[in-house]
């Protein structure tokens, strides 16, 4: 897939998008509303955060006493799946009356977009999506930055990638 191609089948949401859906999924889904919360902040990908158990939580060393689960979502006793999840998530989407073309992915998208509009480096926002090359992320991710060229230290004539504000 070229850089081109993957920009334009980028969905992100605006900060306002985002805030209307979380909070619709409070209402419309409420057990799936953290882990909608989850996925907008933190930029995990579906399956990691359907695979977390309790122990990978900081909650568990707060509160010891609760029984871990033995499946994913923080050992939730409920099984979801990927199926599950779209489907909660078209239903707030619709109730959020969000554009329909938004998925479970676009949060992961949304998260980036958003640090990268909030000045954070294309470095630090690979390393938190966990993506194995720069390159990578500025490819995917170049619509929300701007290419700034600095001076030249020590013959570089490099541009350097510089978060739109």
Not at 43 to 63: K, P, Y
Not at 67 to 95: E, H, M, N, W
Request: charged fraction near 20%.
């Amino acid at each position: 897939m070229t850089a081109t191609h993957r920009q334009e089948e980028i969905k992100a949401m605006t900060r306002e998008r985002v805030t209307l859906f979380l909070a619709t999924s409070e209402r419309e889904a409420p057990p799936l509303a953290v882990l909608f919360l989850l996925f907008a902040r933190t930029g995990i990908r579906i399956g990691e955060g359907l695979a977390l158990q309790w122990d990978d939580s900081w909650a568990s060393r707060a509160n010891p006493s609760r029984t871990p689960g033995r499946r994913g979502f923080l050992g939730s006793r409920t099984p979801y799946d990927l199926a599950f999840i779209q489907r909660a998530f078209k239903r707030v989407v619709k109730a959020a009356r969000l554009p329909l073309h938004f998925t479970p992915h676009c949060l992961r998208h949304t998260y980036a977009s958003l640090m990268l509009q909030a000045g954070e480096s294309p470095i630090y926002v690979r390393r938190q999506l966990g993506h194995a090359s720069i390159k990578l992320t500025v490819d995917t991710y170049s619509n929300w930055l701007r290419w700034v060229t600095r001076p030249p230290s020590a013959g570089s004539t490099t541009s350097t990638p510089v978060a739109k504000r």
